[in-house]
Each structure stands twice: as C-alpha cells, then as structure tokens.
C-alpha cells in the first residue's frame, strides 16, 4: 500500500452507528489512528500525509448542517480519502453529492465511497438492528476494495448522483420530550448537545428553535428520560415506515 503517515477517522456520530461504521472501515488498515468527532471537534485543521476516512448521517437529504459547519473548517492537500455516507434505509436524498463536493471543494482525493444502511435514528422501526451481519460483510469487501485501489495506485475520478440547488434545511415539526420523573438532571444531555440547545437552568426542556433532534441527547441519557415525541410524530414514523419496506443495501462507488 502507498506509505501514509496514519489514518485519521473523522465523523459525526450522534448515534454512535456512523463511527461504528467507520471503525469497521478502518480496521483492516494496518496503521497509527487518529479520531475526531465532529460532535466536539471544531477547530480548523489541514490533513496532508494521513489517509482520511470520513463519515457523515444523513439528516432528510442533506448532510447536518452542523457537520457541514464543521467540515468546512477541514482541509487536505490532494490528500487520499474515503468517504462513507450512513442513511436509515429511507433514501439519502443529495447529500452524497453535497459531501463529495465539499471535501473535493477542500482538497480531498477521494479513492472510494460507501452509502451504508443503519437503523434511523429518529424512527427506531426503520431499519432495525441494521447494520446486520450482512451489512458489515459489505462493508468489509468495501475496505478491501479500496485497499487493493491503493496498492495497484489507480487514479480516477468519482461521480455520485444527485441535484443542485442542494434544498432548504428543514427542522422537523416533532418535539423531543424529557420525562421529569426520570431525569436526575446529570446534566449529561446539557454538556453534550452539539446545538446548545438545553441549559443547565432547565434540563428537562428543549429549545426546539435550536434542536436539530440529532439524538444525542437521547443517546446520552442514563436514564431513558429523553424520546421524541409530540402531536406529529406518530404521523411522521407511520410515513417513514410506509416509504422503507424495501431493504436498502451498502453501495460503493470506486
């Protein structure tokens, strides 16, 4: 394999299934790794001799716009990356697109790209228990697929589908509700929420102008206290389980 100095694993997890994901990526690469997480990196970096794999959900057809944010701040120098987009078996909308021209915008190589299926993180029902044992071999034969571009040092470009103009970020109407009788106010869900959208004053209550109902409150909880809710979300999860019933699986572009 062409010589690099490390790899570096870059993604944004409120979930924790996207790193899953890129962690079963990486594993067959036989080098020093780095992480950073876009859920509390926010710093202006330049990648230069690493290989890059990155990892990004995808939020109603566009990539998060935190993650977005974030990602801007991060640049290469030609540098070789791979590239993997997480969706909860609905669709993936133009946010393959979006990503791959915002790192190519930012001086990534990129040498290979994966769609990878998980269980939504908004609607537990669509997509369950993905990715299963099948997804993970898929990913893995992605893994060794791109290893065995890098060793043969195959240049190509990549092209994804997708349409511009990319659309308006949409927060959804659904509310994330925390039980007080369960919350022991551990203040877990402030400190981690990547919108500031929970104050230590009140932690039981939300600022849905701020939220982006990524999850990780939910995720962080200790407690079970936080799940969405509201007067839209049966009516939203009825939709979203309507427009899955066909199983989605892992596409690679090389």
Not at 28 to 54: A, C, G, H, P
Not at 87 to 106: C, F, P, R, S
Not at 174 to 201: G, R
Not at 240 to 245: H, P, R, T
Request: net charge negative.
């Amino acid at each position: 394999m062409m010589n690099f100095e490390k790899l570096s694993k870059i993604y944004f997890s409120p979930s924790g299934t996207t790193e899953k994901i890129v962690n079963e990526v990486a594993k067959n690469f036989n080098m020093n790794r780095e992480n950073y997480d876009l859920l509390s990196f926010d710093e202006s970096k330049t990648f230069t001799d690493e290989l890059v794999i990155i990892g990004i959900p995808v939020f109603d057809g566009r990539i998060p716009k935190l993650a977005c944010k974030r990602l801007s701040k991060i640049k290469g120098t030609d540098t070789k990356a791979i590239v993997v987009l997480n969706y909860g078996n609905i669709n993936y909308g133009d946010a393959l697109l979006e990503l791959v021209e915002l790192l190519k915008e930012n001086d990534f190589h990129i040498v290979g790209v994966a769609t990878t299926v998980s269980q939504h993180s908004q609607f537990n029902e669509v997509g369950s228990n993905r990715p299963d044992a099948s997804d993970m071999e898929r990913i893995n034969e992605f893994s060794r697929k791109v290893i065995e571009k890098l060793n043969s040092n195959t240049q190509n470009e990549i092209f994804v589908s997708g349409y511009k103009p990319f659309p308006d970020y949409k927060t959804p109407d659904f509310s994330v509700l925390c039980d007080e009788n369960l919350c022991i106010e551990c203040m877990d869900c402030v400190y981690t929420c990547p919108e500031e959208a929970i104050s230590e004053l009140t932690p039981t209550e939300t600022n849905l102008d701020d939220c982006t109902r990524c999850t990780t409150c939910i995720n962080v909880c200790p407690e079970n206290a936080r799940s969405f809710g509201g007067d839209t979300y049966q009516s939203e999860l009825e939709n979203a389980i309507s427009n899955s019933l066909e199983r989605n699986e892992v596409e690679f572009f090389l």
